[in-house]
Each structure stands twice: as structure tokens, then as C-alpha cells.
Nanobody, 127 residues
């Protein structure tokens, strides 16, 4: 059974940090681009970051550049999103996703490209 499971969400004060994890089962992440997305109430799902399968190249939304860091450990079949200097506007449900692409070396943050999705983890930034 193919599955992505996020963990690490929670309540944090502004300026704080959280690390989200995305564990894959039923398939190996080695050949998949991985993305993190978020969705706040009443808003569309937006891409936060992605990391490519080949050379681990990364991309970030402007709103999180310099604060978030995406990484992956293929030996653990897991991806991560380190979130620092969190702001109230980062409050959302965060999803990890993966897609297989042997043509494009670089990942993209378009949700429709992604084949597998996790169930999401809530991140709330509030004092």
C-alpha cells in the first residue's frame, strides 16, 4: 500500500521552529520528486517547497525563502521540512506529496503534477 505520512505539526509561537517529516511506505522515494504544500482555511493549496530526485535541487515559495529548508534522506525513505522564524501567516495544514518524472530533472510546485499525497499535519503559529 502506497502511503505518505506527515508528522511534526503542532502549535508554536511566532518566531519559533518546527520540523515536519514525511515518511513513505509501499514505494521508494529515490526516484520521486517531493513537494511540501499547505492550505489555510478558505484558501487554495499552495506550493511551499520541493526537492528533486536526481541532484536534490530545491525550490521555495518566495514567502518562505530563507526561513524553510527542505531535505530528504533516501536511506530512511523520508523527507523533511525545517521551518524557522515562523509567522502567524504560516498557519495551515501542511501536506507532503511525491511524483515520478524521468524527463524533468528539476521538481515543480504544481499540485497537479503530484501522484501521491499525505493526509496533512496542522501547523498553528500563535501567541
Amino acid at each position: 500500500q502506497v502511503q505518505l505520512v506527515e508528522s511534526g505539526g503542532g502549535l508554536v509561537q511566532p518566531g519559533g521552529s518546527l520540523m515536519l517529516s514525511c515518511a513513505a511506505s509501499g514505494f521508494t522515494l529515490d526516484y520521486y520528486h517531493i513537494g511540501w504544500f499547505r492550505q489555510a482555511p478558505g484558501k487554495e493549496r499552495e506550493g511551499v517547497s520541493c526537492i528533486s530526485s536526481s541532484d536534490f535541487s530545491t525550490d521555495y515559495a518566495d514567502s518562505v525563502k530563507g526561513r524553510f529548508t527542505i531535505s530528504r534522506d533516501n536511506t530512511k525513505n523520508t523527507a523533511y521540512l525545517q521551518m524557522n522564524s515562523l509567522k502567524p501567516e504560516d498557519t495551515a495544514v501542511y501536506f507532503c506529496a511525491a511524483y515520478f518524472d524521468t524527463v524533468q530533472a528539476m521538481c515543480v510546485m504544481s499540485p497537479h503534477e503530484y501522484d501521491y499525497w499525505g493526509q496533512g499535519t496542522q501547523v498553528t503559529v500563535s501567541s
